[in-house]
């Protein structure tokens, strides 16, 4: 996370992270990602093969 705050929803668990937070998810877990408020927020994406 850069900015902002999320709520993201991993193999039915739901999680929030803020500035400086990561989320780490397995292969193959379904997951998503929303804001958590009505301000902007911004993160990067990474994916490893």
């Known amino acids: ?9 991993i193999d039915g668990k739901t ?16 997951h998503g990602v929303a804001n958590a408020t009505d301000k902007p927020c911004s993160y990067f994406a990474f994916k490893w093969r």
């Open 1 to 9: 996370m850069i900015d902002g705050e999320t709520e993201m929803i």
């Open 15 to 30: 999680y929030k992270a803020g500035p400086g937070d990561f989320y780490i998810i397995e292969s193959g877990k379904l």
